[in-house]
């Protein structure tokens, strides 16, 4: 059983839309969670963290629930440049786990 | 500026020929990462290291080696005894202690030839 599981997309969707992804994780004992922002061939870039409170940041808001263990993203008002694929990141005493990633398009 | 480096950017090898791809932090953190990915998928662990000198294997670590000399290089050796080493390999570094996101290098371009 995969530790980080994605939906692997591809999400297309038209600019403005809304959308969500989940990630689920396998360990209980994961400590951190972080969405990651990934462009075709280069590095992924730090897109937030996610506090157990929930947290916010423009159009971006991530949620964590330790219950069901899964944490979301959601993104509201949907650009072209929000194109790209997400990655979840699962942090259990630093051994950094990743999701396979979903892809998502935004088109006009 | 702080941050990671990797180099080369872009490698090509030759089959039976081992390579060592460099990673430099000046961040001061004391994590580091090597993953693997290829075309369309996630990010593999290869290895990781939290302190100086020791290091633990990933989930692919086979065909594969590092060393933790010094706190900001982690150099990652892909050996001969890899037998599909053409991938994107991301190094990344975090601080030990409280909520560590992990920061990235700008990757290597492996291609066996």
């Known amino acids: 059983r995969k530790e980080v599981e994605q939906d692997p997309g591809p999400f297309n969707v038209p600019e403005g839309a809304t959308v969500a992804f989940n990630c689920t994780y396998s360990?209980?004992?994961?400590?951190?969670f972080f969405w990651y922002r990934q462009d075709c061939r280069k590095e992924p870039k730090l897109l937030m963290s996610?506090?157990?409170s929930g947290n916010e940041d423009g159009r971006f808001t991530a949620q964590l629930n330790r219950a069901s263990q899964y944490i979301s993203l959601l993104i509201r008002d949907s650009k072209l440049s929000d194109s790209a694929t997400y990655l979840c990141?699962?942090?259990?005493?630093?051994?950094?786990?990743f999701g396979a990633g979903t892809r998502l398009t935004v088109k006009p | 500026d702080g941050g990671i480096t990797q180099s080369p950017k872009y490698l090509f090898r030759k089959e039976g020929q081992n390579v060592t791809l460099s990673c430099e932090q000046n961040?001061?953190?004391?994590?580091m990462y090597w993953y693997r990915q290829d075309p369309g998928q996630g990010l593999r662990l290869i290895y990781y290291?939290?302190?100086?000198?020791?290091?633990q294997k990933g989930d692919i670590a086979e065909g594969y080696s590092v060393s933790r000399e010094k706190k900001e290089s982690f150099p990652l050796t892909v050996t001969s005894a890899q037998k599909n080493p053409t991938a994107f390999y991301l190094c990344?570094?975090?601080?030990?202690?409280?909520?560590?996101?992990?920061?990235f290098g700008q990757g290597t371009r492996l291609t066996v030839v």
């Open positions: 990344a570094s975090s601080i030990v202690q409280g909520w560590t996101e992990a920061f």
């Open positions: 360990n209980s004992a994961s400590q951190s």
């Open positions: 996610v506090y157990s």
């Open positions: 990141a699962v942090n259990e005493d630093n051994d950094m786990r």
């Open positions: 961040l001061n953190h004391d994590a």
């Open positions: 290291s939290q302190i100086v000198n020791d290091f």
